[in-house]
């Protein structure tokens, strides 16, 4: 089940909001919480509900062990046992074809990949689970002893298929007491709204004209930056949009999640577009991966390449985001020791082309797993051996050129300040206002929910 559908928006979510909202109990809420989260799981996963049940205990169990045997040998090994599962699963189901494939290449022989599907949201969950019992270890957290307190952080729906990355301690309040005001309620309602209306209006826009574009067989130079700007707003809007929806349904269930986006496409360096996108996983790899291998202190440029390339990796079992890895570590590596004090003397608009520049190539990694069709676009966006434009590359930009404009603008914070700027102008008429628009913003939503045949969640897959 996704978030921009019709059974999500108009019978799965009133029925929870009803059946949650009976008792302040928070037994109760926790439970119902549970059962909802768990069927809005398993409508797309019917059978992996219980990979997702069993990774939530294996880390329960050993946060007790950790706790019971603090700084002792016990829990060494229960943070190694968590380790090794965790890992493993992911290890099975994510990467293991890949590496099988890799071994049949390079030596020649034929050893049978293990068929299984990748469960939605495996990549995302069990990096939960893991933090919460390295943290353990670490002493920076308090053990759970409830093990339905520890399951509702582990499968709360808003977040559990595509982010954000929520430690555990910064929810560990909230799974013994909260409680959902009218404000809070009214924010999460129109925060779901904004989310909503990047997914439907503009990613699914502009992802409609990148496939369009980029999966033809005959790019020409202009067709090929067309539609690589066109993915560049798809990604930003789809996973932006999906936190922001994630972040509003917290917030009408008593919970307050971090943001994970902080306008990217307006970096001045790739060290500030990492600083901005995706920063629950960032913050991930830097405080669990990059720090103790040494951090800045010791090794930095290996580290960064490092911690780059398992990044690549956990998006996903290919080459290009191997690649893609790569080149965002090449990138950041030589910003930190070569240009950091040169590009803050460079005027801010060439720093915003030069980010927004390799932010696009980066992109194009992305986007193309086939690596011969990832090379042919990039000798097409840089002119070698095709043509500059043709008349279905010009009518293609003639046609997504207001959308270009749109999404640019909802790029930036402009239109949050505008917004902020009429409230605080008119306090009065932004009480009916505000209403207004996220219920139409919500209907205009629906209508296009109903008429589109392309509403994919690009996350979903990682």
């Given at each position: 089940m996704v978030f921009s559908s019709l059974m999500f928006i108009c019978i799965f979510l009133p029925s929870v909001l009803v059946l949650y909202n009976l008792s302040k109990n928070i037994t109760y809420r926790n439970t119902v919480l549970i059962i909802s989260s768990l069927f809005f799981y398993a409508w797309g996963e019917p059978i992996w509900v219980l990979?997702?049940?069993?990774?939530?205990?294996?880390?329960?169990?050993?946060?007790?062990?950790?706790?019971?045997?603090?700084?002792?040998?016990?829990?060494?090994?229960?943070?190694?046992?968590?380790?090794?599962?965790?890992?493993?699963?992911?290890?099975?189901?994510?990467?293991?074809?890949?590496?099988?494939?890799?071994?049949?290449?390079?030596?020649?022989?034929?050893?049978?990949?293990?068929?299984?599907?990748?469960?939605?949201?495996?990549?995302?969950?069990?990096?939960?689970?893991?933090?919460?019992?390295?943290?353990?270890?670490?002493?920076?957290?308090?053990?759970?002893?409830?093990?339905?307190?520890?399951?509702?952080?582990?499968?709360?729906?808003?977040?559990?298929?595509?982010?954000?990355?929520?430690?555990?301690?910064?929810?560990?309040?909230?799974?013994?007491?909260?409680?959902?005001?009218?404000?809070?309620?009214?924010?999460?309602?129109?925060?779901f709204t904004i989310g909503l209306s990047k997914k439907?209006?503009?990613?699914?826009?502009?992802?409609?004209?990148?496939?369009?574009?980029?999966?033809?067989?005959?790019?020409?130079?202009?067709?090929?930056w067309l539609g690589i700007i066109m993915y560049t707003f798809q990604i930003y809007f789809d996973f932006s949009g999906y936190s922001d929806m994630a972040i509003g349904l917290g917030r009408m269930l008593g919970f307050k999640f971090g943001e994970n986006f902080n306008y990217p496409y307006i970096s001045k360096s790739i060290t500030d577009f990492w600083r901005r996108w995706h920063i629950s996983l960032s913050g991930f790899f830097r405080d669990y991966i990059y720090i103790p291998l040494g951090g800045n202190r010791y090794r930095p440029v290996f580290n960064l390449i490092f911690v780059?390339?398992?990044?690549?990796?956990?998006?996903?079992?290919?080459?290009?985001?191997?690649?893609w890895g790569l080149?965002?570590?090449?990138?950041?590596?030589?910003?930190?020791?070569?240009?950091?004090?040169r590009l803050q003397r460079i005027p801010s608009p060439l720093c915003y082309i030069y980010t927004m520049f390799f932010v696009a190539i980066g992109w194009g990694i992305f986007y193309f797993t086939d690596l011969g069709d990832l090379l042919v676009f990039l000798k097409s966006a840089f002119g070698i051996?095709?043509?500059?434009?043709?008349?279905?590359?010009?009518?293609?930009?003639?046609?997504?050129?207001?959308?270009?404009?749109?999404?640019?603008?909802?790029?930036?914070?402009?239109?949050a300040i505008v917004g902020r700027y009429i409230c605080k102008r008119s306090p009065k008429a932004a009480l009916v206002l505000e209403p207004a628009f996220t219920v139409l913003a919500l209907g205009v939503c629906v209508v296009l929910i109903v008429g589109q045949t392309y509403n994919p969640f690009l996350y979903f897959r990682f």
């Open positions: 990979l997702l049940i069993f990774s939530a205990f294996v880390d329960y169990i050993n946060g007790l062990i950790i706790d019971r045997h603090y700084a002792r040998m016990p829990a060494k090994l229960a943070l190694a046992a968590s380790l090794v599962i965790n890992l493993g699963l992911l290890a099975v189901f994510k990467y293991s074809g890949f590496f099988i494939g890799g071994i049949n290449s390079l030596l020649h022989v034929n050893i049978p990949a293990p068929a299984v599907t990748l469960p939605i949201g495996i990549s995302f969950y069990t990096f939960q689970t893991l933090s919460y019992t390295i943290d353990m270890y670490r002493g920076n957290t308090r053990v759970q002893k409830s093990f339905p307190a520890f399951l509702t952080y582990v499968s709360m729906f808003p977040q559990l298929v595509a982010g954000p990355i929520v430690r555990y301690d910064a929810v560990s309040s909230y799974l013994t007491e909260r409680t959902v005001t009218a404000e809070d309620f009214a924010y999460g309602i129109k925060r439907v209006m503009l990613a699914n826009s502009s992802g409609a004209a990148a496939s369009m574009i980029l999966d033809t067989t005959r790019l020409t130079v202009m067709s090929s780059w390339l398992l990044t690549g990796l956990w998006h996903g079992a290919s080459m290009n985001f191997i690649i080149f965002y570590g090449l990138l950041l590596s030589i910003e930190k020791t070569l240009f950091h004090k051996n095709t043509a500059l434009y043709d008349l279905t590359a010009v009518s293609s930009f003639m046609s997504n050129l207001w959308l270009i404009i749109i999404c640019a603008s909802a790029s930036t914070p402009v239109p």
